[in-house]
T-cell receptor, first 111, second 116 residues
Framework: EAGVVQSPRYKIIEKKQPVAFWCNPI?????LYWYRQNLGQGPELLIR????????DSQLPKDRFSAERLKGVDSTLKIQPAELGDSAVYLC?????????FGPGTRLTVT | AQSVAQPEDQVNVAEGNPLTVKCTYS??????LFWYVQYPNRGLQFLLK??????LVKGSYGFEAEFNKSQTSFHLKKPSALVSDSALYFC??????????????FGTGTLLAVQP
């Protein structure tokens, strides 16, 4: 069974530029999560989807971050414009039960 | 508010010796508790979980954890450490409120270093 797939794995951009991350969850997993992991910290939830509905986006900085999950499968997370403080690893996870399965993450560096 | 504390930034242990990685939590309601491991440049991998039942839960790679409600702890243990166990370990808690799920809160992580 394929795991959670994320792309790209690495991204370097200049501040004020836009960037997008893509996630393909494990087949059959209705719940999808986006996390941000800063260096030396644990992951922090940005948004959670149940199928195509965002049910918890309280931690998503809505002035510059947006996310979508069309058709309830793949998801994209976008930052526009990026700031220096957005440098982090962005993790996608999916679940069908209580445990979450994580992708390898996208390491974003904003210069 | 939910919170998780991992009091040790790093744990050093010699190969073959037992290891313990500590975790304490604070949550309203009955907790769901998890341990994840993260290898360099990899995503988090699920190790084990406690939801209900036996306080001692067994997981992947020979790891186990003991749920202690009175001490609000969920320490990760392994009887005999391997060099390949060296990684970053995260404890996480999720509150459960009568059918409604809640988000997963992670600790700051503990780096386990196993010396040969």
């Amino acid at each position: 069974e394929a795991g959670v797939v994320q792309s790209p794995r690495y991204k370097i951009i200049e501040k004020k530029q836009p960037v997008a991350f893509w996630c393909n969850p494990i087949s059959g997993h209705n719940t999808l999560y986006w996390y941000r992991q800063n260096l030396g910290q644990g992951p922090e939830l940005l948004i959670r989807y149940e199928n195509e509905e965002a049910v918890d986006d309280s931690q998503l900085p809505k002035d510059r971050f947006s996310a979508e999950r069309l058709k309830g499968v793949d998801s994209t997370l976008k930052i526009q414009p990026a700031e220096l403080g957005d440098s982090a690893v962005y993790l996608c996870a999916s679940s069908a039960g209580s445990e979450q399965y994580f992708g390898p993450g996208t390491r974003l560096t904003v210069t | 508010a939910q919170s998780v504390a991992q009091p040790e930034d790093q744990v050093n242990v010699a190969e073959g010796n037992p290891l313990t990685v500590k975790c304490t939590y604070s949550v309203s309601g009955n907790p769901y508790l998890f341990w994840y491991v993260q290898y360099p440049n990899r995503g988090l991998q699920f190790l084990l979980k406690y939801i209900t039942g036996d306080n001692l839960v067994k997981g992947s790679y020979g790891f186990e954890a003991e749920f202690n409600k009175s001490q609000t702890s969920f320490h990760l243990k392994k009887p005999s450490a391997l060099v390949s166990d060296s990684a970053l370990y995260f404890c996480a808690v999720r509150g459960y409120y009568g059918g409604a799920t809640n988000k997963l809160i992670f600790g700051t992580g503990t780096l386990l270093a196993v010396q040969p």
